[in-house]
């Protein structure tokens, strides 16, 4: 018998004005959250996301790490799709064939990701496909990525006038800046992730750096990580105090035995005076 499966998506883009590492700015939304809603789908779905474009200026996503297996005109980037108008919808349709694990979806024109505009993605397995580990409590989504407190409009025409970006102003993690770890260094009113666990539980930790030029160690402070997987393939488990995360790149961890609130946090860039 044959089973045809379907995952239906609308993705809404649109500016939204937030307090990002102590600066009122524009960022960029998906359905009125930032970082965007995580996208769950199944292998072999056949997945229909429709994206409506709010933003003032053309825009197109792309599904970074899924294969476009004979769908490359649906992979989102310049040459393959053409721009959707600012007030447009488009309609993606593509099938995640044989792939399972983590990846991320970001705005591939005018430098918009600067912006935002980013989020997961889960592949999960059907229940007949075996996988070489226990199936966690929970899925745990965690975007990390450097930032600007200039928009992209901004960083565009600095690239354009052949100048330098500089140091980024800080890292994000889910959309949110550093603990207040130091009352001196790190301004008061700035908001932080925090991920409240159950103890005895395994997690599933998704990790993707969806910066714009900075790689990042992550870690849990006094807690192992051992690695699954990286980016739809599974790898020699290994435990890891620290992973070293480039631009673009995947991650998912198991991080079992937890006994304690955990705090993700991030060190705040210290400008150079």
Same mark, same amino acid.
């Given at each position: 018998m044959l089973e045809i499966h379907l995952s239906f998506l609308t993705l809404r #883009?649109?500016?939204? +004005?937030l307090l990002q590492l102590g600066v009122s700015q524009q960022v960029i939304a998906i359905n009125g959250k930032f970082p965007g809603p995580t996208m769950n789908v199944t292998t072999n779905d056949n997945v229909v996301v429709n994206v409506r474009n709010k933003l003032d200026?053309?825009?197109?996503?792309?599904?970074?790490?899924?294969q476009q297996k004979r769908s490359t005109w649906q992979d989102g980037l310049p040459g393959t799709n053409c721009p959707i108008p600012s007030k447009w919808n488009w309609t993606y349709q593509f099938q995640v064939?044989?792939?399972i694990g983590s990846f991320f979806y970001f705005p591939s024109l005018? *430098?918009?990701?600067? #912006?935002?505009? *980013?989020g997961g993605i889960t592949i @999960? @397995?059907?229940e007949e496909i075996p996988i070489p580990f226990d199936l966690p409590y929970d899925d745990i989504t965690i +975007? !990390?990525?450097?930032?600007?407190?200039? @928009?992209?409009t901004s960083l565009r025409s600095t690239l354009l006038a052949g100048k330098d970006l500089g140091k980024p102003d800080g890292v994000l993690i889910n959309g949110k800046g550093p603990y207040r770890y130091n009352d001196?260094?790190? &301004?008061?009113?700035?908001?932080y992730e925090t991920i409240t666990v159950h103890p005895g539980k395994t997690y599933r930790i998704r990790v993707s750096n969806v910066g714009i030029s900075t790689s990042l160690n992550f870690r849990i402070q006094n807690h192992n990580l051992l690695l699954a997987e990286a980016e739809g393939s599974y790898t020699v488990q290994q435990n890891y105090t620290s992973l070293d995360i480039h631009v673009g790149?995947?991650? #998912? *961890?198991?991080? &079992?035995? !937890?006994? +304690?609130?955990?705090?993700?946090?991030?060190?705040?860039?210290? &400008?150079?005076l």
């Open positions: #883009s649109l500016t939204l +004005m200026e053309e825009l197109l996503l792309h599904w970074s790490g899924v064939k044989d792939q005018h *430098f918009q990701r600067a #912006s935002g505009g *980013f @999960n @397995n059907r +975007m !990390i990525g450097d930032w600007y407190t200039r @928009n992209h001196t260094i790190v &301004p008061d009113g700035i908001d790149q995947s991650y #998912s *961890f198991w991080y &079992p035995w !937890i006994r +304690m609130q955990v705090l993700i946090t991030t060190l705040w860039q210290v &400008p150079d």
